[in-house]
């Protein structure tokens, strides 16, 4: 909507019901990606905010600090984001399965990184 507001309907589990962030949501979203069963949205400065099923990345705590400001693209699996920020970090988030955990790469997605590509279960940066 005109000035950044998101809203939303549909399955509650499933990202339909919002309200646990509507504050967050109220002004300044500049683009919304979504996997099958959550929501992320950038706002302006880069902030993501997210919502819908938890273990499919609608639970964004455990990398919140991450997510405060700088990201400049989302991309999804199925059950996975992954953020990329200014000078190139990834954060990702979501089921592990589908791409939600890169620690064991997380040495190489530090910066740098230009481009993400996506199947339905995995990334890949370059």
């Known amino acids: 909507k005109e000035g950044g507001e998101v809203v939303t309907w549909g399955h509650a589990g499933y990202g339909g019901d919002s309200r646990a962030v509507a504050d967050r949501l109220a002004a ?7 996997t099958d069963s959550a929501f992320a949205a950038v706002k302006e400065g880069g902030e993501v905010v997210t919502w819908g099923h938890a273990g499919y990345g609608g639970d964004s705590r455990a990398v919140a ?18 953020a990329v920020k200014e000078g ?28 993400i590509y996506s199947t339905d ?4 940066a370059a």
């Open 65 to 82: 600090d991450r997510l405060a400001a700088g990201v400049t693209a989302i991309y999804r699996t199925r059950l996975a984001f992954a």
């Open 121 to 124: 279960e995995a990334f890949a």
């Open 88 to 115: 190139g970090e990834v954060v990702t988030w979501g089921d592990a399965c589908f791409g939600g955990d890169s620690r064991a790469v997380a040495d190489r997605l530090a910066a740098g990184v230009t481009a």
């Open 28 to 34: 300044g979203v500049t683009a919304i990606y979504s």
